[in-house]
C-alpha cells in the first residue's frame, strides 16, 4: 500500500510538471496568454503528488516497512527517531524524492509570487523551464531512481545507513540547507533562459530574482558551513575542510552566485555586465546539477558519496544540455545584450565589483580544475591521481587576500569614480583597523606573510564594513542597518569573522598523541590534559567506549569510538572543549583491547575555531538583513530649503541613499550613492 501511494505521488508529480510546462509552451505558441493562468492548478498538484510521495517514503521509515527496498537497505529498527527521518536523504533514491519535494516548492512559491503575470512572456516561459526541471527529476524518480520499489522476501531488520551519517544531528539539517540553496537556483535560472528566449534582456527582471537569489546563496552558504561543522564534529581528523571533491561540489556553485549577487547590483546600478550575469545564473544552475553528478554516480571516493548508479550518464548530460543551451542563447542574444555604460575608472564601485567577479572567476577555475582533472586523468590512463591541500592552498591563498582587500575597498568607492582624497579619507579608519589587527596577531605569535596579512585583511574588511554601517546609522537610525546595504556590510563583517578563524585554525594548531593510563597526563600547548578511565557500555545494539578526559579549567570531556553491529569498522567520535580563544579538540584512535583501560589520545589545539561557526552566523544574520525590504533614506523634500539640503547631503561623507526603483516603481531597497549622484536622487523624491 505505501508503495502504491509513493509511486502515485510520483506519477502525479511527474504529469503535472509536463502538463504545466505543456500548457504554457502552447499558450505562448499559440497567442493565446489567458490560457497561462491554467498553470497554477499543474503546479498544486505537482506539488501534492510530492508531498504524497515524501510523505509515503517517511511513513515508511517510521514504521521499519522493510518491504520497500530502500527502507530495507537503508534503515534499521533500533535507528533513533531523528535519523529514521532522516534517511529520507541518506542515500541515492530518498535523496532525489526530497530534492523534488524542495523542487516543487520552489517552483510553487515562483507560480503564486508571479500569479498575476504569468500572462506575461518572461514569467510564463520562465515556469515552463522551470516545470522542465521538475519533469527531469520526476523522471529519475519514475524510471532509474525508483524509491518505492518492493522486495519479494521482506528481511525482519535493514541494513542501516552508513555510521558516519547517523552519528551527530547536523545530519539531520546540513543536507536539507544544501538541497535549499542548490535547488533554489532553479528560479533564477528560469528567469534568466526566460530573458534570453524572449529577447527582454534590459534587466528589468532581474530585480524580482534578487531576493530569490540572495534566498538559495544563503542557504547555499550555510548548508557549507554546517557541512565544514559537521565534518569537524564526527569525522575525528581535527579539520572541517579538506577539498574533498563532493565538498569541492558545493563550493563551485557558491562562489559563481557570490559573483553574481555583486554583478547583479552592478547591473542595475550601471547597465553593465548583462552578458556576464546572465552567464553567471546559467553557469550556478549547471554546476549544481554537477555535483549532483558527483555524488550520485560513484564516480568518487568519499565519505559524503553515495552508491555507484545508472544516474550519471543521465545527470551529465543534463549538465551538458544546460550548458550547450545557455552558451547558445547567450551567443544569439549578443546583440542585444551589449551593454550601454562603460567602466569608467577602476576607483569605482562597478570597478571593485568587476575585480570581485573576476576574482571569484578565478577561484571557480582553480577548485574545478582540482576537482576535475583526476577524474580526467583516471579516465584517460586509468590511474588513479590526488589532487590535495597543497595546490588549492598555493593557488587559492592569494585570490583570497584579494578579494579581502576588494571587500574591504568597495564600500569607500563611489560609482562612476572616486577621487583620491576622498577614498584616503573613507579608507583611513578601516586601513588603521587592519594594521592593528596585524600587529595584534604578531603580538600574539603569529607568522607567515601570508597568514599575518590576510589576518590584516580580515580586520580592513571588519573596519570599512562598520564604518558604512556607523554611517548609516548615524543618517537613518536603526533603519540603516537594514536592506541591502546595511545587510550587505554585516555579512562583510561575518566573512572577515570567518577569515580570523580560518587562517588561526588551519596556521596555528598544535598537535599531541599520548598513550595514556588512568591518572597519566599529558601537555599540548600549555593545555594539560588527564586521563580519567573507561565506560564500556552497549547503546542502541552498538558498544560505545568512551574515555574520560579532564581538561585543566575546561571540565571533563568524552571521546568516544564505537562499533555497529552492522559495521565493522570502529567509528571514532571526538569530544571537543570550545571557546572563543581555541578548541580543545580530543579523539581516540582505536577501541582499547578487552580489560586494558590504556588508550591511545589524540589532543589538538585549535585556535579560533569558534570564529568560523561565530562568523558564519553573522554572514547569515546580513543575507536576512539584506532580504527586508524598507523605505529609508532621505527626508521628502518641500518647495523651501530642498536645495540647501541638498546640497548639505552632497558635501558630507556619509551614506548618500537612494532608491532602487523596481519595474513596478516602488523603491526596493537602497544602497549608497556617490555624492555627485545624491542631487539628482534627491531632486526627484
Not at 21 to 49: F, H, K, N, S, Y
Not at 147 to 156: E, G, I
Amino acid at each position: 500500500m505505501i508503495s502504491l501511494l509513493g509511486t502515485l505521488g510520483v506519477a502525479v508529480g511527474l504529469v503535472s510538471s509536463l502538463g504545466g510546462a505543456m500548457t504554457l509552451i502552447a499558450a505562448r505558441v499559440l497567442g493565446r496568454p489567458e490560457r497561462c493562468r491554467g498553470v497554477l492548478a499543474w503546479v498544486a498538484a505537482m506539488a501534492a503528488g510530492a508531498a504524497l510521495a515524501v510523505g509515503a517514503m517517511e511513513f515508511a521509515l517510521l514504521r521499519d516497512d522493510f518491504s520497500l527496498a530502500y527502507v530495507a537497505r537503508n534503515s534499521t529498527v533500533a535507528t533513533p527517531f531523528v535519523y529514521k527521518i532522516a534517511t529520507l536523504w541518506g542515500a541515492l533514491e530518498g535523496s532525489i524524492l526530497l530534492w523534488a519535494l524542495v523542487l516543487c516548492g520552489y517552483v510553487g512559491a515562483a507560480a503564486w509570487r508571479f500569479r498575476a503575470r504569468t500572462a506575461e512572456p518572461t514569467v510564463a516561459w520562465a515556469l515552463a523551464v522551470m516545470l522542465g526541471v521538475c519533469v527531469f527529476f520526476f523522471a529519475l524518480l519514475a524510471g532509474p531512481a525508483n524509491p518505492f520499489a518492493t522486495l519479494s522476501d521482506r528481511p525482519a531488520d535493514g541494513g542501516g545507513l552508513n555510521p558516519l551519517l547517523r552519528n551527530h544531528p547536523l545530519m539531520a539539517i546540513h543536507p536539507v540547507m544544501l538541497y535549499l540553496g542548490y535547488v533554489g537556483f532553479t528560479v533564477p535560472f528560469g528567469f534568466a533562459v526566460a530573458a534570453l528566449l524572449t529577447g527582454r534582456v534590459d534587466g528589468g527582471w532581474l530585480a524580482d530574482m534578487r531576493r530569490w537569489t540572495l534566498v538559495a546563496w544563503g542557504c547555499l552558504g550555510a548548508g557549507i558551513l554546517l557541512g565544514a561543522w559537521w565534518s569537524y564534529e564526527v569525522l575525528g581528523w581535527g579539520g572541517y575542510w579538506a577539498w574533498d571533491p563532493v565538498e569541492n561540489a558545493s563550493l563551485l556553485p557558491w562562489l559563481t552566485a557570490t559573483a553574481f549577487v555583486h554583478s547583479l547590483i552592478t547591473q542595475q546600478r550601471r547597465q553593465m555586465l548583462r552578458v556576464w550575469s546572465l552567464s553567471l545564473l546559467i553557469i550556478t544552475f549547471a554546476l549544481t546539477i554537477f555535483g549532483t553528478f558527483l555524488t550520485r554516480s560513484g564516480v568518487l571516493e568519499s565519505v559524503h558519496e553515495f552508491s555507484e548508479s545508472s544516474l550519471g550518464p543521465i545527470l551529465l548530460a543534463f549538465f551538458a544540455l544546460i550548458v550547450l543551451s545557455g552558451v547558445l542563447l547567450v551567443a544569439w542574444r549578443g546583440e542585444a545584450l551589449r551593454s550601454p555604460a562603460s567602466l569608467g575608472s577602476i576607483w569605482s564601485r562597478e570597478g571593485s565589483f568587476l575585480g570581485n567577479n573576476l576574482l571569484f572567476a578565478v577561484a571557480a577555475f582553480v577548485v574545478m580544475l582540482g576537482t576535475v582533472f583526476p577524474l580526467l586523468a583516471e579516465a584517460v590512463s586509468a590511474e588513479r591521481l590526488a589532487v590535495g591541500r597543497p595546490y588549492f592552498d598555493r593557488m587559492l591563498a592569494p585570490v583570497g587576500i584579494a578579494l579581502l582587500a576588494l571587500m574591504a575597498l568597495s564600500p569607500a568607492l563611489n560609482w562612476r569614480g572616486t577621487p583620491a582624497e576622498l577614498r584616503s579619507k573613507r579608507l583611513l579608519w578601516p586601513a588603521a583597523a587592519g594594521a592593528l589587527t596585524m600587529v595584534m596577531s604578531l603580538w600574539a605569535g603569529a607568522h607567515g606573510l601570508w597568514q599575518v596579512l590576510a589576518l590584516g585583511m580580515g580586520g580592513f574588511v571588519i573596519g570599512s564594513a562598520v564604518r558604512l554601517l556607523w554611517l548609516g546609522v548615524r543618517r537613518n537610525g536603526w533603519r540603516g542597518l537594514v536592506g541591502r546595504t546595511g545587510g550587505g556590510m554585516i555579512a562583510h563583517i561575518g566573512i572577515g569573522v570567518i577569515a580570523f578563524g580560518f587562517v588561526a585554525s588551519s596556521a596555528y594548531g598544535s598537535t599531541g598523541e599520548f598513550t595514556l593510563s588512568p591518572g597519566e597526563s599529558g601537555v599540548v600547548a600549555g593545555r594539560e590534559v588527564t586521563y580519567l578511565g573507561l565506560t564500556d557500555a552497549v547503546e542502541n545494539g552498538n558498544r560505545v567506549v568512551r574515555a574520560r578526559v579532564d581538561i585543566g579549567g575546561r571540565g571533563v570531556f568524552e571521546p568516544a569510538v564505537t562499533r555497529f553491529a552492522e559495521f565493522g569498522q570502529p567509528i571514532s567520535t571526538p569530544s571537543v572543549a570550545t571557546s572563543l580563544i581555541d578548541d580543545v579538540y580530543l579523539s581516540l584512535a582505536t577501541i582499547p583491547d578487552e580489560g586494558s583501560d590504556e588508550v591511545a589520545l589524540r589532543v589538538l589545539i585549535k585556535p579560533l575555531v569558534a570564529w568560523m561557526w561565530l562568523g558564519g552566523a553573522v554572514l547569515v544574520l546580513g543575507i536576512a538583513v539584506a532580504l527586508v525590504p524598507h523605505r529609508i533614506g532621505t527626508r521628502r523634500l518641500g518647495k523651501h530649503g530642498g536645495h540647501e539640503q541638498q546640497r548639505a547631503a552632497a558635501t558630507k561623507d556619509s551614506p548618500d541613499i537612494s532608491a532602487d526603483i523596481s519595474p513596478s516603481g516602488n523603491p526596493a531597497d537602497r544602497a549608497e550613492v556617490s555624492a555627485e549622484d545624491s542631487s539628482r536622487v534627491l531632486g526627484t523624491r
